[in-house]
């Protein structure tokens, strides 16, 4: 079982929708026993919050199911037992290393990477363009899912 963790700023808006897309994805495949999937963040101010309502709206309106969601701050066990953490963009993967001393970096991919692409997946929370971050985290996961799903 491969375990991947995705990972954003807060945990409230591109992680937690990242891993509902991932997980669809994967159930409408078979395949979600090959995977455990979760999502974490770089800070503490959102701990506890469930999704932004405005990323839940896209992913409602898009009939993508989401569970009920607790922000939390990613932890060195989680980022040890995980096989893949992928995270939004270069920042996020800064204060990652950061956060474990550099170890186990060679585990950490950039979503957007996975589509061929360089650009960091910006933070709608501060761009307030969630139309733009949430077609951005399809475009990414959906290339992620061909990627890895044999």
Request: proline fraction near 3%.
């Amino acid at each position: 079982m491969q375990r991947i963790i995705f990972v954003c700023q807060g945990n409230i808006c591109r992680s937690p929708a990242a891993e509902a897309l991932f997980k669809n994805r994967i159930r409408a495949l078979g395949k979600e026993s090959g995977f455990e999937v979760s999502s974490a963040g770089l800070e503490r101010s959102t701990e506890g919050e469930d999704i932004d309502p405005r990323m839940a709206a896209l992913l409602d309106r898009d009939k993508e199911a989401h569970e009920p969601h607790r922000a939390h701050k990613i932890t060195i066990p989680e980022f040890v037992g995980a096989d893949l953490v992928v995270a939004m963009d270069r920042s996020n993967r800064i204060l990652l290393s950061r956060a474990v001393s550099g170890k186990g970096m060679e585990k950490v991919r950039l979503l957007l990477e996975y589509a061929g692409e360089r650009d960091d997946l910006e933070d709608p929370y501060y761009t307030l363009d969630f139309e733009t971050a949430y077609a951005e985290l399809k475009r990414g996961v959906d290339a992620m899912v061909k990627t890895l799903v044999h």
